[in-house]
DNA sequence: TTATATCCTATAGTTAACTCGAGGTCAAGT
DNA sequence: ACTTGACCTCGAGTTAACTATAGGATATAA
């Protein structure tokens, strides 16, 4: 089975335009051509765009991505890189997430003063708080 | 308790010049001046930005968090318009977190993966899997 | 009082990641 | 043969969020 770009841009959540930037930038070498120019995207192909896509949100940067991509060129030579890599994104998403559970805090915070405060019809219910109780408003 | 615009960027982890271009766009009303026009912080104004920091990193661009802004300076004709964005940001957070946590899951595998491979020498120990067992290498 | 560090504004430049338009090719249907 | 829709490349444009530079004011310390 095999899949068009704009198959495989809807498959994936994403516009041709980016896709053709993405190979533009050197994420497919893989992928392969018809007689007369047009990209032909194996199964496999769609699952190195979901990597590609998993590492992009693990923040890491196009041009990053694509050094993944040459190692996975040059075989089992690169195996210790791309097993540090895998590691090094595993930190990065767990320090993310420590990051979007603060957030996650202090957003149920605001939603829990601004109910009360709803509630009361005024923000002034939590006037006499802030001596030192919490840390936010 | 008042701060310089270089205090608040470290007590924050954010340069000057990022404040200033915060301040550019709206996002510092309520920032006083001395006589000679430098900035003085107070500590009301290093928690707005804490929560405007959390704005961002729930994922709210900055334009939008300049209406938020606003919202505080109408007082509390806009309690509800203040609520409803702070649910809405909520949901965001929850679903940016369901994300990470399939990314989390992929680079986990790849992680085990690589393990693998590295013990064997060779990425050909995965070479048998793939055949429906799961949909990623 | 003079040096130096920190501040100011205004404006221009940078970066990443797209996004689009022009102009042309290719392949399936009529 | 011809139209139509999807594809192609190349290069330019866009957007958000900074980041930096120039030129100048302010304030503290020797």
């Given at each position: 089975m095999t899949y068009s770009i704009s198959e495989v841009a809807s498959k994936l959540n994403l516009t041709v335009y980016t896709l053709r930037y993405y190979d533009k930038e050197g994420l497919m070498p893989f992928v392969e051509r018809t007689a007369g120019g047009k990209r032909v995207f194996k199964?496999?192909?769609?699952?190195?765009?979901?990597?590609?896509?998993?590492?992009k949100s693990s923040g890491m940067p196009i041009k990053d991505i694509r050094?993944?991509?040459?190692?996975?060129s040059e075989g089992d030579s690169t195996l210790q890189q791309r097993y540090d890599m895998f590691t090094e994104?595993?930190?990065a998403v767990e320090k993310q997430m420590e990051?979007?559970?603060?957030?996650?805090?202090?957003?149920?915070?605001k939603?829990?003063?601004y109910k009360t405060a709803l509630e009361a019809g005024t923000e002034d219910v939590h006037k006499n708080e802030r001596m030192g109780k919490s840390v936010f408003s």
């Amino acid at each position: 089975m095999t899949y068009s770009i704009s198959e495989v841009a809807s498959k994936l959540n994403l516009t041709v335009y980016t896709l053709r930037y993405y190979d533009k930038e050197g994420l497919m070498p893989f992928v392969e051509r018809t007689a007369g120019g047009k990209r032909v995207f194996k199964e496999t192909d769609v699952e190195l765009l979901n990597v590609i896509e998993c590492l992009k949100s693990s923040g890491m940067p196009i041009k990053d991505i694509r050094n993944f991509i040459e190692w996975l060129s040059e075989g089992d030579s690169t195996l210790q890189q791309r097993y540090d890599m895998f590691t090094e994104r595993k930190a990065a998403v767990e320090k993310q997430m420590e990051e979007l559970q603060k957030t996650m805090d202090l957003i149920e915070h605001k939603c829990d003063y601004y109910k009360t405060a709803l509630e009361a019809g005024t923000e002034d219910v939590h006037k006499n708080e802030r001596m030192g109780k919490s840390v936010f408003s």
